[in-house]
């Protein structure tokens, strides 16, 4: 590596993911639902955050149109909690494209949720179930005919909130970087990047708790002249973005953190990186990053 790998950690927490795939009669239509479901991670805020799995082709879905796999998830076991809030992301950003089809395509999950209650009665007590494609399916009627989404959907146990900073000294570095990684990561099974290239790091503790994590101060470079000592951005340092990774199983998260980071390598601009953790008060699990790199 042409920059420095600090000798730390990055801290991450047990999440519950809804995996699903998404079919609809065009690419347009697709890329639009890729876009709208996933735009606003909200774990942070008590809500559910997206990503983009992977985009499939019709030959990979069950009715034979093009089709993407968005991770859902949430910091909860709790699936009554979890159907309500992944209800609105459904109808607000996906059932109401034209012609679209929502499949179950958990892994392994630990138990269901039932789209009825908060997504089949949509349809105002007119839905009706069928078997489709060997699933039973929640038939909506809307006004252009019509929406299709899987009964039950399955909740799987995965990691939330792997990540990894690294430290720029150009906007440039910023940019090529951060794509490089994504690019990197958009290869790695069973994963998702809620935020793409995130600029705001957050921390746990905050002088505003009525509004959720704040910013991490010690980490702003714009700060570093007015905080002095507490300031923990080195001389040459302008920027500290920060990739946020969501994994289903160990493995993806181990192999993200490699490939994401190895992507940082020949940047220009780039001149370390490290990683988010809180003392180990977060959460369970502990990725070290030059144990991942070896």
């Known amino acids: 590596?042409?920059?420095?790998?600090?000798?730390?950690?990055?801290?991450?927490?047990?999440?519950?993911?809804?995996?699903?795939?998404?079919?609809?009669?065009?690419?347009i239509t697709i890329q639009k639902i890729a876009n709208d479901a996933t735009a606003t991670p909200g774990t942070v805020i008590g809500r559910t955050e997206s990503g983009v799995e992977k985009f499939v082709d019709k030959s990979e879905t069950p009715d034979n149109r093009p089709g993407v796999i968005i991770q859902f998830w949430y910091n909860t076991k709790n699936l009554d909690k979890f159907d309500k809030e992944l209800s609105f992301r459904i109808r607000q950003d996906i059932l109401v494209k034209p012609f679209v089809k929502i499949f179950d395509a958990s892994?392994?999950?630990?138990?269901?949720?039932?789209?009825?209650?908060?997504?089949?009665?949509?349809?105002?007590?007119?839905?009706?179930?069928?078997?489709?494609?060997?699933?039973?399916?929640?038939?909506?009627?809307?006004?252009?005919?019509?929406?299709?989404?899987?009964?039950?959907?399955?909740?799987?146990?995965?990691?939330?909130?792997?990540?990894?900073?690294?430290?720029?000294?150009?906007?440039?570095?910023?940019?090529e970087a951060g794509y490089k990684a994504l690019d990197a990561l958009a290869e790695v099974d069973g994963i998702c990047t809620?935020?793409?290239?995130?600029?705001?790091?957050?921390?746990?503790?905050?002088?505003?708790?009525?509004?959720?994590?704040?910013?991490n101060h010690p980490y702003c470079?714009?700060?570093?002249?007015?905080?002095?000592?507490?300031?923990?951005?080195?001389?040459?340092?302008?920027?500290?973005?920060?990739?946020?990774?969501?994994?289903?199983?160990?493995?993806?998260?181990?192999?993200?953190?490699k490939k994401g980071i190895e992507a940082l390598n020949g940047v220009d601009g780039v001149i370390k990186v490290s990683a988010g953790n809180?003392?180990?008060?977060?959460?369970?699990?502990?990725?070290?990053?030059?144990?991942?790199?070896?």
């Open 278 to 294: 809180y003392g180990g008060d977060l959460g369970k699990y502990k990725f070290h990053l030059k144990d991942v790199l070896d």
């Open 221 to 257: 470079p714009s700060l570093k002249d007015k905080i002095g000592d507490e300031s923990k951005v080195e001389d040459g340092v302008n920027y500290i973005p920060e990739i946020v990774i969501d994994a289903l199983t160990l493995e993806n998260a181990e192999e993200s953190l």
């Open 194 to 215: 809620p935020f793409d290239i995130c600029s705001a790091g957050s921390k746990v503790e905050t002088n505003y708790p009525e509004i959720g994590p704040t910013t």
């Open 107 to 175: 892994i392994d999950p630990f138990d269901y949720i039932d789209t009825t209650e908060h997504v089949g009665h949509c349809g105002d007590g007119y839905e009706w179930t069928e078997e489709l494609y060997g699933r039973t399916m929640i038939h909506v009627p809307i006004c252009v005919p019509d929406f299709y989404i899987e009964q039950k959907l399955g909740a799987m146990e995965g990691i939330m909130g792997v990540n990894f900073w690294y430290y720029c000294s150009t906007k440039e570095a910023v940019l």
């Open 1 to 27: 590596m042409d920059f420095e790998i600090e000798d730390t950690y990055c801290e991450a927490f047990t999440g519950t993911c809804v995996r699903m795939l998404v079919t609809a009669e065009d690419d």
